[in-house]
Nanobody, 115 residues
Framework: QVQLVESGGGLVQAGGSLRLSCAVS????????MGWYRQAPGKERELVAT???????DYGDSVKGRFTISADISKKAVYLQMNSLKPSDTAVYYC?????????WGQGTQVTVSS
C-alpha cells in the first residue's frame, strides 16, 4: 500500500504562485508514473501533469507553460510548481502514483485563486 500526503495548497491572488508537494511512502523507483490531477466543483477530475520514472513529463493543455512537475527521488516527493495562477485553476488537487499498474490517490489539497 502506498501512502500519499499532499501539502502546499491555499488561497492566492490571480497571477500568483503556489508549490504543491506530495510525500510518497515508497521508493519512487517502484513507481511507473506520478502525477497531479484536479477537480473543480461540478466538474470531472482532470489531468494536470504527469512525470514518469524516467523523467518524461506531460501536461494538461490548460496549464502548459505555467505549471511544472518534478520529482525528488532522495526525498520521495513529487512537486507541482504553479505560476501565473488563474481563478479557473481553483480546484482540489490530488497526487496520483501508479505502482505496478495500480493507481493510488492522496486526500487532496485545496487551491483557491481569487480574482
Amino acid at each position: 500500500q502506498v501512502q500519499l500526503v499532499e501539502s502546499g495548497g491555499g488561497l492566492v491572488q490571480a497571477g500568483g504562485s503556489l508549490r504543491l508537494s506530495c510525500a510518497v511512502s515508497t521508493s519512487i523507483f517502484s513507481l511507473n508514473t506520478m502525477g497531479w490531477y484536479r477537480q473543480a466543483p461540478g466538474k470531472e477530475r482532470e489531468l494536470v501533469a504527469t512525470i514518469t520514472r524516467g523523467g518524461s513529463t506531460d501536461y494538461g493543455d490548460s496549464v502548459k507553460g505555467r505549471f511544472t512537475i518534478s520529482a525528488d527521488i532522495s526525498k520521495k516527493a513529487v512537486y507541482l510548481q504553479m505560476n501565473s495562477l488563474k481563478p479557473s485553476d481553483t480546484a482540489v488537487y490530488y497526487c496520483n502514483v501508479d505502482l505496478y499498474g495500480s493507481p493510488h490517490w492522496g486526500q487532496g489539497t485545496q487551491v483557491t485563486v481569487s480574482s
